[in-house]
């Protein structure tokens, strides 16, 4: 295989990539976070412990693993902060000298998330779902360049300048839709505090990077929310608003694309999805509702209950030709015991038309219907099963079925939380 590889969720975000990443990153040097912010969640289980990130890389709770910030990560401080002093706390993270933080990430500040509320609050039935953490207000400066990057956020001299051009315009609308304008004295006083603790972390990541992948070391890609809310490539405009796919990964970072490396893409075994938007095989009945119970699907970063359905075959080949897909890592097929049989969809219908492969721009075509078919269940619990020969045949048989329609193997196949309720048939790694 490489000894660079990159994880992406191929559904709407919530696929798993966190158990994943925190597998996979005992043996990585270095683990780094390239797109998105604390508007992701993600959940790993060690010897019985939730732990859930929002910032900080999986690797985290690997001893040996740097974790690297990149550049198109808009970066929370306080809630950063937070997060590193409840890993402290807990005994998870035991040294903050791992953490590289990209000079170049662009920084979220109150009045984005004052912001991206206040505008939820004003579309009313219109609104996209976000999680209100001001992560589409901080791109927006960002590509708008009024953004306020982690250097500026480092020298509050810098950040009174940079406030200066960004804030007047902010206020503007934050006062138009109702909310209380900011001070930019007060916003310089409470980065201030808040850079002291994490500005000792400040780097060029992409040089750590390219240093580590010049010199052999295994360096893994950790992605935020899923291919389907890609900003290009999603639902638009129910979608984040950064680039999710692997291909992102290298240019995000700011590195040239190495030679060789692997793209894994994390499956649920039945599809999910958080908020607004399309959402074409979703079951609103007793299937969808066990799903949530038994795989306990409620957001990690806000808490909402999780809409969920049936595995969508056409809406996972796209993903994974987006992605350039060479391995997948299927998760929660232990929710998927008891049933009787396992609701699917193998196709679309649009007119007179059948699509194996679909983009997500037709899911919001009314006339758009999905084909489903019926493999049969399984009854024995498979949760904590490592063994692939331990698989029910029936369970083994779905596996085999999403292998054979996507066209990629899948060599880790997760039956539980925690850390080891894992199937690894293949290593990763060189």
Same mark, same amino acid.
């Given at each position: ?10 559904? &709407? ?24 912010? /604390?508007?992701?969640? %993600? ?20 001893? @040996? ?24 706390? !807990? ?10 933080i990209s000079r170049a990430a ?5 009045? %984005? ?7 939820? @609050? ?8 976000? *999680? ?43 006062? %138009? ?65 950064? *680039? ?12 040239? !694309? ?10 649920? /075994?039945y599809t999910t999805r958080v ?83 679909? %983009? ?17 269940? &399984?009854?024995?619990?498979? *949760? ?10 029936? /369970? ?32 990763? &790694?060189?």
């Amino acid at each position: 295989m490489s000894n660079c590889l990159i994880i992406a969720g191929l559904q &709407w975000g919530d696929e798993g990539k966190g158990k994943v990443t925190d597998l996979l990153a005992g043996r990585a040097d270095i683990v780094a976070r390239y797109q998105g912010g /604390a508007n992701a969640g %993600h959940t790993v289980v060690v010897n019985g412990r939730q732990v859930i990130l929002h910032q900080v890389p999986s690797g985290i709770l690997s001893p @040996k693993a740097t974790c690297v910030i990149g550049p198109d990560v808009v970066l929370d401080p306080e809630t950063l902060l937070a997060e590193i002093e409840s890993l402290l706390a !807990s005994g998870v993270m035991t040294d903050t000298s791992r953490l590289v933080i990209s000079r170049a990430a662009h920084v979220v500040l109150p009045y %984005h998330k004052a912001l991206d509320g206040l505008r939820e @609050k004003a579309a009313g039935k219109n609104r996209i779902g976000t *999680t209100g953490r001001g992560i589409g207000p901080t791109y927006e400066d960002m590509v708008a360049r009024r953004g306020v990057r982690f250097a500026d956020f480092c020298d509050p001299e810098r950040l009174a300048r940079r406030l200066d051009m960004a804030l007047p315009e902010r206020n503007a609308i934050i006062s %138009h839709l109702g909310g209380d304008p900011f001070s930019r004295d007060d916003l310089v006083d409470r980065s201030r505090d808040l850079g002291n603790v994490l500005c000792r972390h400040i780097g060029d990541s992409g040089a750590v990077l390219a240093k580590a992948l010049d010199a052999g070391q295994n360096v893994l890609f950790e992605s935020a929310q899923g291919t389907l809310l890609d900003v290009l490539h999603g639902t638009y405009p129910f979608v984040t608003s950064s *680039t999710t796919t692997a291909a992102a990964a290298f240019p995000l970072s700011g590195i040239g !694309s190495p030679q060789s490396h692997t793209t894994l893409g994390v499956v649920k /075994a039945y599809t999910t999805r958080v908020g607004s938007g399309p959402f074409p095989t979703e079951d609103e009945g007793e299937f969808g509702t066990r799903l949530q119970d038994q795989g306990a699907e409620f957001g990690a970063t806000t808490g909402r209950p999780r809409r969920c359905g049936a595995l969508d075959f056409p809406t996972l080949r796209y993903a994974v030709r987006v992605n350039g897909v060479d391995r997948i890592a299927l998760t929660k097929l232990d929710v998927l015991s008891g049933l009787d049989s396992v609701r699917i969809c193998v196709a679309y219908r649009l007119g007179d038309e059948t699509l194996d492969v679909i %983009h997500p721009d037709h899911f919001f075509d009314p006339g758009l219907t999905p084909v489903y078919e019926e493999m049969p269940g &399984w009854k024995d619990a498979l *949760t904590g099963i490592q063994e692939h020969s331990r698989l029910p045949e029936k /369970a083994r048989l779905y596996v085999d079925r999403i292998e054979r329609e996507l066209g990629v193997p899948i060599p880790i196949i997760s039956t539980g939380f925690e850390r080891d309720h894992t199937i690894v048939l293949e290593d990763l &790694w060189n």
